[in-house]
């Protein structure tokens, strides 16, 4: 277990972005110090999140650079969806981005790959870290008063390397069975204290399957902002989301439970192209996130295809390879209104993930 104020997110072993501080000596390394995974930091702002769809229901100090903000995913794809938005704008920025894994890792993992964003570079660089369940686990139950110290040293360490600043989310419920009862909101106090007038971007996660709703209740009313999407739809199997006009986004599984869902929510943007609401031709369907459809499903789009106006067409893309075999098989190929393209797809796991970062250079 990491006791020490001074403990490093992240393998012993990363390394620092030195073509990033040039002209300036890379610091030297502690190694005999315990590493835990520590996030790349990037900023971002209200309008950034607006315009994306994401929900802004506050808004930090204009001329503060950091960000402490929570989300409260409704369903563990809406989980993996911004956990996802929010590790990746912080690789594109140049930031240093961690993940506290407590079992969750996995499935951002996935989203992430499907997001199209290949991580094996920024795990093998040390931008991206991976923090291992049981560090999070340890941390969440360690006393109080290191987690200043701790934040405070992988903040100055993340800029020292070259990084434009530090961004980390994660897993953090194992909280809830410290000795004594509850402290998450204790936590976030000193969360909040540790990242404030720093390039530190913070999100956390409360949703509903791990957290009572008291608790919720509260985080809510003590963070700068919450985010989150607005979905076409979401009943925790199956999430639909808008990307654009006549664009949508299909994570989870469609099966007998959901499927008239699924058909209203594709006839309403199909109406409102009809109708010249939305100039298009075609309906775009990204189904990289969708996991499983039933055959029952399969047919029906087969059918809705086939039922669009002569002017109409659809397209699925990035349909994973099962998915596209169904489809095939339920009559696809001879839909002359319907397109499907396959996704290539090459999600980590968290053991390899945690292997790469482990073996960087030194």
């Not at 434009?164 to 936590?187: I, S, W």
Request: with cysteine; hydrophobic share 40%.
């Amino acid at each position: 277990m990491c006791t020490s104020r001074t403990a490093k997110f992240g393998p012993a072993n990363s390394t620092p972005r030195r073509a990033c501080r040039k002209g300036r000596a890379a610091p030297a390394r502690d190694d005999h110090r315990r590493h835990l995974s520590c996030p790349a930091r990037h900023t971002w702002s209200c309008d950034e999140y607006r315009n994306g769809g994401w929900r802004v229901t506050a808004g930090p100090v204009v001329d503060d650079p950091s960000s402490h903000v929570l989300t409260v995913p409704v369903s563990d794809e809406q989980l993996c969806e911004s956990v996802s938005e929010f590790l990746t704008t912080g690789l594109a920025r140049g930031e240093r981005v961690a993940y506290f894994d407590d079992d969750t890792a996995d499935g951002v993992l996935a989203r992430m790959d499907e997001d199209g964003v290949d991580v094996r570079g920024p795990l093998r660089s040390g931008q991206f870290q991976l923090v291992p369940g049981e560090f999070t686990r340890a941390a969440l139950l360690a006393p109080l008063d290191e987690l200043g110290g701790v934040l405070e040293h992988n903040m100055q360490a993340a800029v020292d390397d070259g990084w434009a600043g530090l961004r980390f989310t994660g897993q953090m419920d194992h909280g809830l069975r410290r000795p004594g009862g509850q402290a998450l909101d204790e936590y976030d106090r000193v969360l909040a204290d540790a990242v404030r007038g720093r390039p530190v971007h913070a999100l956390c996660v409360y949703d509903h399957l791990r957290y009572p709703d008291d608790l919720i209740a509260h985080m809510r009313s003590v963070h700068d902002a919450e985010i989150g999407g607005t979905p076409l739809l979401d009943d925790t199997l199956l999430r639909i989301t808008e990307l654009g006009p006549a664009h949508l986004r299909l994570a989870g599984e469609v099966d007998h439970g959901n499927r008239p869902q699924v058909r209203r929510v594709l006839g309403r943007v199909l109406d409102r192209m009809v109708r010249g609401e939305i100039e298009a031709d075609t309906v775009v369907a990204d189904l990289g996130s969708l996991r499983f459809c039933d055959v029952a499903a399969a047919v029906s789009v087969v059918h809705a295809a086939e039922e669009l106006p002569a002017t109409l067409r659809l397209r699925l893309e990035n349909v994973r390879p099962g998915v596209a075999r169904l489809l095939d098989r339920c009559g696809a190929g001879f839909a002359s209104r319907l397109d499907v393209g396959i996704g290539e797809r090459s999600p980590l796991r968290t053991a390899d993930a945690l292997e790469l970062a482990g073996g960087a250079p030194g």
